[in-house]
């Protein structure tokens, strides 16, 4: 499998790792005046806030909110939703923490922002001790670890899968869905032979440029063997595996079976066109579900494994959403408090039962209960074990801002493959 670890100098660089260290020195006051960072002392009670991206789920964060709420009069939650582009919900987490604000308390950080935020001092550091049981996936709990230091618990993960119109295959007469980029083709052919369906979307993802094109765009790269940076941390992303795998997707546009419109598609566009009949298959993440169950019944969708390119099984990218405590935030206590309530078994279950969130327990996806009501969830399994996770970089919004700088041109082709990959490895090596 490709390797997608960002150079050491983003990670572990001496003069971050000297200040985080004297910050955590020096973080001995009381957690209620903030500003401290780093490692403040987890103290102060009373209310707080959650703070997310758009709720998508029809209320159903809020129901759970009400919960602890109604346990938890003194220190109750309010819940603060962000727009639903991680971009935008990153500006607004740094513009709180710029200007040292109390009113984040705990921050849903994408895993990717952990090590940004923590070498920062934005987010506190938190006790592994309490937050951590062995139900919980390995790898999902390593991503909210910046120094071998926890920063963010995470509460959902996430990998890639693909939804597929049953109704439509079915309608073309196709009855196994198809596991390799040769069968998606000819899916989309003969569904488009159908009277209504002539113009129809054959394999969409999130191909706007943003982080969703990051996450789309480094699957077709680590598929083919290619990766950003190699085992000695060094900037590798030229080489001709990489190339194969843009130029693969590069074809995928121009001849028309990921669609046009895809250019400026997010995750919720994408849906829409799913869900109006305008899409046949659906590279998404697994959040999707419950809203598919809602719009369209289980009888006109499905669930499967992305399919194989060129021979190559398909490396989707990891995703996933950590708890993060501000370290600005005036009680911390009852910040951690609600992290291990939030992320506990109860929750987690919770959370896939009304959000299909992916959950941070491996015993949720062989729970018979929920096995029964998502029978997907082997298939997400598998998706999240062969999983590769973007650059974990301190500079990290230099390196995705890099990252979709050469690959947007190139998928509008506009530049050769070899061209936007030799363009990207200059813009990473100045990041060094």
Known sequence: MANALPR?????????????????ACSKGSGGSGGSGGSAALEGTGPITWVQGKDNSGGKVQARIDEWNAAN?????????????????RQSFVNNAQTKSDAYDVISVDNVWVAEFAANQWIVELPKDELHYDDVIDSVYDTGLYMDRLYGMPFATDSSIM?????????????????????IKAAIDAVRKLPGHESIGGFGGQFA?????????SEFVNTFGGSYYDSENNVSINTPEAIEGLQFLMDAFKDGYIPQQALEWKEEDGRNAFESG????????????????????????????LPSLDGHTFVPTLGGHNCGISAYSKNK????????????????????????????????????????????????????????????????????????????????????????????????????
Do not use: H
């Open 8 to 24: 050491r100098r983003f990670i572990q660089g001496s003069v971050i790792a000297a200040t985080l260290t004297a910050a955590a």
């Open 73 to 89: 009069p003194d220190e109750k939650v309010t819940l603060i939703e962000l727009s639903a582009e991680a971009d935008q919900q």
């Open 163 to 183: 939804f597929y119109r049953k109704d439509f295959l079915a309608e073309a007469g196709i009855t196994e869905v198809p596991t390799d980029w040769d069968g």
């Open 209 to 217: 440029k943003y982080e969703g094109l990051t996450c789309c765009a």
């Open 278 to 305: 305008n899409l046949l298959f659906y590279r998404q993440w697994p959040y999707q579900y419950a809203n598919n169950v809602e719009a369209l019944g289980t009888d006109k969708f499905g669930v499967a494994a």
């Open 333 to 432: 206590a009852t910040a951690l408090k609600f992290i291990k309530w939030w992320t506990s078994p109860e929750s987690e279950k919770y959370a896939l039962d009304t959000q299909t969130l992916a959950p941070i327990n491996a015993s949720l996806y062989e729970d018979s209960e929920m096995l029964a009501k998502f029978p997907y969830l082997p298939t997400l399994r598998e998706s999240l074990d062969s999983a590769v996770g973007r650059p974990k970089a301190v500079a990290y919004g230099d390196v995705t801002a890099a990252i979709q700088d050469a690959f947007y041109p190139a998928i509008q082709q506009q530049k050769t493959a070899k061209e936007a990959i030799e363009g990207l490895e200059s813009a990473l090596k100045a990041l060094a």
